[in-house]
């Protein structure tokens, strides 16, 4: 692919520059060995013409917007299933294991298995038109944007903690071991982060935090506006899943074994005016009661994320980090390794912006307030031995 035809791809899809909300100019760079400051200056242009009105991904609450004010929802929407039609329609994917893998059928075989009646087409139509997302929707931004600069280059250590608590504290640089994707790996990557957009921007970002994987690939499967993934992308979005990031430096647990993990209704519970979920029982009392104990400046700014979820906050990273998968994993938790998935949640502080996700928010009256209760522990510490940035903002529920 030549730079024209890869910066055509780039400034279309929705997979850096409009879908999420965020861009990189380096992505453009990557395609061609020459590049002139012309050139870079030109398509930073195109970047930013196409993030003007793009709609904004959900992280943290936009603190332009009145904080509180309740979220619309619309009436009758199902945030954790599929479209009622989708339902009905076509074979079920089957559910992987760490022995099998993912069992997807070809899509020859998909389309030759399914012929949806008229009847069938106009309800599908009907429950996506129901999906789209209201231009009132609660505007929300990503923590992946709120970045650090920092230099490629850090003088090393040969033991091996040392090296670890490094890492941690300047979790933006590069490291001689880093572990880097393939060209290839990229690419595919790249194409599954846009498809995972047009997903996103379909369901809406709320329903998006808690849709599963198979329920995305129904989506894909039946709405020629996002695509069917192709098997190239499912193979790479499995073995990022089951792959052992310990090799990335990324030393969390798994706590999603299965790809196919999905919530119910009745297990989840929608925060208003934050966008966001929270799981039902311990993390909810849990925010309700450090939101009473802190004030009102205190919000919500992520709570569940499903395996979909994390895959497009990893993947975006993973671009951010120009291919760097190891840089990629000392900011964000690879899919199945999120405690997000299973408890844990995020808070900022209103107008707080995007440096609620920075160690910035250690130093606000509201992060003070936290550590004084006593009770309220972060997830990650500057002295983790995960691999992973400081994260004051991340409270500790699992």
């Not at 999420?20 to 020459?34: E, H, L, P, Q």
């Not at 949806?116 to 923590?143: H, N």
């Not at 995305?216 to 089951?242: C, H, N, S, V, W």
């Amino acid at each position: 692919m030549n730079r024209r035809q890869f910066l055509y791809q780039t400034l279309s899809a929705s997979a850096v520059l409009v879908g999420t909300g965020y861009a990189s100019v380096d992505m453009i760079r990557r395609s061609s060995k020459v590049w002139g400051p012309t050139e870079a200056e030109q398509a930073k242009a195109a970047v930013e013409q196409a993030l003007r009105g793009a709609p904004l991904v959900d992280e943290a609450v936009s603190y332009n917007a009145t904080p509180f004010a309740a979220a619309p929802d619309r009436e009758g929407l199902s945030y954790a299933q599929p479209a009622r039609a989708m339902q009905t329609m076509g074979p079920r994917f089957e559910t992987p294991n760490e022995a099998g893998g993912l069992k997807v059928p070809a899509a020859s075989d998909t389309l030759a298995s399914v012929t949806p009646d008229s009847t069938l087409v106009d309800a599908l139509s009907s429950d996506f038109a129901e999906m789209t997302p209201s231009q009132s929707e609660t505007p929300i931004l990503d923590e992946t944007a709120a970045t650090v600069g920092a230099p490629v280059y850090i003088a090393e250590v040969e033991d091996e903690a040392e090296r670890v608590r490094q890492k941690v504290e300047h979790f933006e640089y590069d490291f001689s071991d880093d572990v880097h994707m393939t060209e290839t790996e990229y690419t595919t990557l790249v194409s599954a982060l846009e498809r995972l957009n047009r997903v996103q921007s379909y369901v809406g970002h709320g329903h998006f935090n808690v849709l599963s994987f198979d329920d995305m690939l129904r989506y894909a499967r039946y709405q020629p506006r996002i695509g069917d993934f192709p098997t190239a992308e499912l193979d790479y979005l499995e073995k990022l899943f089951y792959d052992d990031v310990s090799r990335l430096g990324f030393f969390g647990e798994r706590v999603i074994s299965d790809l196919t993990h999905s919530y119910a209704d009745n297990d989840i519970s929608k925060i208003p005016g934050s966008g966001h979920y929270l799981l039902r029982g311990d993390s909810e009392a849990f925010y309700d009661k450090v939101r009473e104990k802190v004030g009102d400046t205190l919000l919500l700014t992520s709570g569940v994320r499903g395996v979909v979820k994390q895959y497009h906050l990893f993947m975006a990273k993973a671009v951010q980090s120009e291919g760097n998968l190891s840089r990629a994993s000392r900011s964000l938790a690879p899919p199945g390794h999120s405690f997000h998935a299973i408890g844990d949640f995020d808070v900022g502080r209103i107008n707080g912006g995007l440096s609620n996700f920075t160690a910035d928010f250690a130093q606000t009256d509201e992060f003070k307030r936290l550590q004084d209760l006593g009770f309220v522990k972060i997830r990650y510490t500057t002295d983790n031995e995960y691999g992973v940035r400081y994260e004051p903002w991340h409270i500790r529920v699992v």
